[in-house]
């Protein structure tokens, strides 16, 4: 209990449902932050039953309790904490055999539990009859049948959630233990293990995770025996050789058994489609992915119209409302203040986050066809190039169109260092905004020649990522750790529409809250420091920061005009020629270019006054440089480091200057000042 309050506990394997589930008992009445210590997202919310309030604990999707990674540790320790009153344990009804791996993982765990089967329509539409009164006898725990999007039929929930409260039912795990004892060294290990070494196991679970070589359960258990009992205990354990093999094939052996007489299978076996063999395909296959992920690119512009609307309508208020407060008597410093800063940001967000918004409906919808399951099986094993997996691809390929949709796809990546690592690649492909600024200034200014300057753009967005790929990885994603997917592919089914509707809007909201906190900061900081009373840019402190330091810029080519626009294009791409404009043509003002006020170009003054070799430096240190603040918003909220969200951006920062040295020195091979 939590302040007198039942707790309910969702635990389920990823793509089980549970996310689904939970929006649909908290409603809005959740909220997003951190577990203590860890960076991984921790999902709280609160629903009334029979007039009491129950608080609802939404575990991080694992595959198994295992100690592999944060998110395994994080789940089994609550549980164990004792925290929960009861565990919900959610299987796919679909595909038993290979989402009771958790229900058989969790066997031996003294937690009231009981078992969800969700996706019931989909395993209906599949032609299987499922025997919940028979599964639950064997398990003696409350079993039903659930299709979680359908929140009006959630009575077998409920009347489940009732009886594991006040019966406290707990999973039979006597048949699973038997398995066991034929493993060498189990019933050994089980005898030197007390029942109660540690809250919440049993010994008989603690024993097979020993087996396993679990290290995390092992390092609690050897401080708790005597000297003898260690004796005992490590003569046992250098016995044991591929312990996870052995204790597997019991659980699945457990599974069957349990399947046996429960689930009646009537239909025939499920047809390998036309769009199947052409997606699976290995020469057209990733080309067919690659047209998919485009026209869900441009699909998710219609949705995100009304954002853009919303946004325009935000922008047009700044006029007015200047002119009102102005008239008032407010001191121009707070007029800008609150109309280029704060308006001006919320404007910029809610057009942004529309372009999140139609990625993240769109390829949701994808998700629950069951097209996107694919695509990640056709490119699994080429992102496992970069330590990776299939479902690294999408944020990837989304980046073309918004870095920001790009990191907010990441959320689809189980694993934490294989999230951060994606996201990380992910920023190295030049976004929408840049390939609208980039052939234009390459045709302007080197005419035929921009044809070679976009190939060697896209040369090196490739050796980008390898790059980036091979530093992160590293320390991101240990050789030991990484790992393809493990899946089989889903079947076809129709999408819930509302629900998914529901979940996109709740995460775009949490979105633009969580941006919301990093954007305004940032962008009153440049407005500060692009600010002057009487227009002129040599009035700022920014110029007074970019002529000092321009003895060092000058090095990669950037002067200090230059410079200003190159860390303009880390708040928006669009603004940095904008930026240029204004310093150069004064066709506005710097932090109006940056945010969209005024974004006019005088192509032909940065023609006259501007180096070919510098130009070339200014257009790879922009294209590779930070994508954009709001990019650097949705990677802190889906990464929740701050740290690694700095190191991220500090490292391309770093190596965008690096590009900019290098083209601007190639650049004055081929046209000597």
């Known amino acids: 209990m939590i302040n007198g309050k039942k707790v309910l506990a969702l635990l389920g394997q990823p793509n089980s449902g549970k996310s689904t589930l939970f929006n649909s008992l908290t409603g809005l009445k959740q909220h997003v932050g951190n577990w203590p210590g860890k960076t991984v997202e921790k999902k709280e919310g609160s629903f009334i039953r029979n007039g009491e309030e129950i608080i609802v604990a939404d575990l991080p999707g694992s595959y198994s309790l295992s100690a592999n990674s944060d998110e395994e540790m994080i789940t089994r320790d609550y549980i164990a904490s004792g925290k929960a009153d009861a565990v919900c344990i959610l299987a796919d009804s679909s595909q038993l055999e290979r989402s009771l791996f958790m229900l058989a993982d969790y066997a031996g765990i003294q937690v009231p539990c009981f078992l969800v089967l969700n996706l019931a329509d989909v395993a209906k539409d599949q032609g299987k009859e499922i025997n919940i009164k028979a599964l639950a006898e064997k398990l003696s725990i409350p079993v039903c049948l659930l299709s979680a999007p359908d929140s009006k039929n959630y009575e077998s929930f409920y009347k489940c959630l009732d009886e594991a409260f006040d019966k406290k039912t707990l999973l039979d795990s006597a048949a699973l233990e038997k398995a066991y004892e034929a493993i060498e060294g189990y019933s050994e290990l089980k005898s030197i293990i007390p029942d109660d070494a540690i ?13 396993e070589g679990d290290k995390a359960a092992c390092e609690k258990i050897i401080p708790l025996l005597n000297p003898e009992s260690k004796r005992k205990y490590e003569a046992v354990v250098a016995k044991i050789q591929k312990g996870s093999v052995l204790t597997g094939q019991c659980k699945f052996a457990w599974i069957d058994d349990l399947l046996s007489g429960v689930v009646n299978k009537v239909q025939k076996k499920a047809e390998f489609t036309k769009f199947d063999k052409a997606i699976t395909h290995k020469v057209w296959g990733k080309p067919l992915v690659i047209l998919i992920v485009i026209g869900g690119l441009l699909a998710s512009f219609i949705p995100a119209l009304p954002f853009m609307g919303i946004g325009m309508g935000i922008s047009a208020l700044i006029a007015p409302l200047q002119e009102a407060l102005l008239g008032a008597g407010a001191h121009p410093i707070v007029t800008g203040i609150i109309c280029n800063v704060v308006i001006q940001s919320v404007a910029y967000i809610v057009q942004m986050l529309g372009f999140v918004f139609g990625v993240t409906f769109v390829f949701g919808l994808l998700e629950e066809v069951g097209i996107m399951a ?5 490119f699994d094993n080429t992102m496992a190039r970069f330590g990776l997996q299939g479902k690294s691809v999408m944020p990837c ?7 920001m949709g790009g990191a907010a796809g990441a959320r689809v990546i189980d694993n934490w260092g294989q999230k951060v690592l994606t996201i990380a690649i ?29 190939v060697a753009i896209l040369l090196i967005m490739i050796l980008h990522m390898f790059v980036t790929a091979n530093i992160f990885g590293r320390i ?7 790992y393809g997917m493990i899946m089989e592919l889903p079947p076809y089914h129709k999408p819930k529409v509302g629900a998914l509707l529901r979940y996109v809007l709740g995460r775009t909201k949490d979105t633009f809250l969580r941006v919301m906190k990093v954007i305004i900061p940032i962008c009153l900081i440049f407005w500060l420091l692009s600010y002057t009373a009487t227009g002129l840019p040599e009035n700022t402190i920014l110029y007074k920061i970019g002529s000092f330091i321009e003895p060092v810029t000058k090095v990669f080519g950037l002067n200090w005009k230059l410079f200003t626009a190159f860390i303009a294009s880390s708040v928006g791409k669009e603004g940095a020629v904008g930026v240029l404009s204004a310093l150069y043509a004064n066709t506005g003002t710097i932090y109006g270019a940056v945010v969209g006020t005024n974004a006019a170009n005088d192509i032909q003054t940065l023609l006259a006054v501007i180096p070919k070799a510098e130009a070339l430096a200014f257009m790879f240190a922009i294209t590779f440089n930070v994508p954009c603040i709001v990019a650097l918003a949705a990677t802190y909220q889906e990464t929740h480091s701050a740290k690694w969200t700095a190191i991220i951006s500090v490292y391309y920062t770093i190596f965008a200057l690096i590009l900019a040295f290098i083209a601007y020195h190639i650049g004055l091979l081929i046209w000597p000042v």
């Open 426 to 454: 992910a920023w190295a492909v030049p976004c929408g905004a840049a390939w609208s600024i980039i052939p234009m200034l390459a045709s302007n200014f080197f005419g035929a020649g921009a044809v070679i300057i976009i």
């Open 397 to 403: 390929l989304v980046s073309f169109g918004c870095t």
């Open 199 to 211: 809250k919440g196991y049993s010994s008989a679970w603690l024993s097979a995770k020993v087996i």
């Open 476 to 482: 991101l994603v240990k050789k030991e750790d990484r």
């Open 374 to 378: 694919r695509v990640s099986y056709v």
